[in-house]
């Protein structure tokens, strides 16, 4: 696949080891034109209706072998059950997603890291001949991609993606109401965020209005590991992204109750998302990010 913008988040090396994977939705889609995914379109269970060149990691059973013999190509069969997947990626463009801990960790940002991830899944879903698109959340939507499939939109899609710039907000919920009144066709929306929002029972009555008009929601949770625990040391000075003020204080006067709060919030986020319908996976950006992304296309296949 061509992919004409050059994105520092793109390593097509790396994503080499990724092509024989797909990303997968659990519940049926609607699209535009023919593909791998089950249809909400009523039609001739198992109407013929074209042929697709055949991808590697595909069920062999479903090429079409006589058209292989004429042609000395591998095609498979398409019917009417099957479309398009269309996906929005949604990346919270919030101030805390600049966060990147102690500067000795060579960890990056949360921002870095749900830009690498948001570049190699668009990348994986231009190879599945789906559609894309992007949405960056603020206290309003400050940027909006429909999704698309042609090779030029998938570049404009990572170049969006690279500009991406936070800023000291702590509402999103805005943001995901204007992108539904935006959205127009069922598909998929996967959000990447931290979920540090003052807004955050808001947020997930917005995605609950995705849910509703039948698309499915993924929120993808990213947590760095020095929010999880706090640095060694004997005093620091906590400053806030999002315009909240200074702290000094040593962390070990605060760390089993910093510690057990955080933890209390883990999982009230995770409540609130499946309570909300959506699907719900924890990324730690410790974890390289590729392997995150295989974990999960891996989790979405099975």
Known sequence: MSVAHASRFLDRRALAGLAHMRFTTHHRVEGSYSGRHQSRQQGGAGEFVDFREYSGGEDLRRLDWKVMARTGKAFVRLHQEETNLVCTLAIDGSGSMDFAGNDKSGQGSKLEYAQYLATALSYVIGLGQD????????????????????????????????????????????????????????????????????????????????????????????????????????????????????????????????????????????????????????????????????????????
Do not use: W
């Not at 960056?136 to 404009?156: D, F, Y």
């Not at 990213?222 to 000094?248: C, K, Y």
């Not at 040593?250 to 955080?262: C, G, H, K, L």
């Open 131 to 302: 559609q894309v698109g992007l949405a960056v959340l603020g206290e309003k939507l400050t940027e909006h991609l429909p999704p698309g499939g042609a090779p030029q939109h998938l570049s404009l899609v990572m170049e969006q993606i690279e500009k991406i710039q936070t800023k000291p907000i702590m509402q999103s919920a805005g943001a995901l109401r204007e992108l539904f009144e935006r959205t127009n066709r069922r598909g998929v929306l996967v959000l990447l965020s931290d979920f540090l929002m003052e807004d955050l029972e808001e947020t997930f009555a917005a995605l609950r209005l995705f849910r509703h008009r039948g698309l499915e929601v993924i929120a993808l949770h990213l947590v760095h590991p020095d929010e999880e625990t706090l640095p060694e040391g004997g005093s620091f000075r906590f400053v806030g992204l999002e315009n909240e003020g200074t702290l000094n204080c040593s962390p070990a006067e605060i760390r089993s109750v910093y510690q057990e709060r955080f933890s209390a919030y883990l999982t009230m986020v995770r409540q609130m998302a499946l309570a909300a319908g959506c699907d719900y996976r924890r990324v730690s950006t410790a974890r390289p990010y590729l392997e995150s992304l295989e974990g999960f296309l891996v989790e979405r296949s099975g």
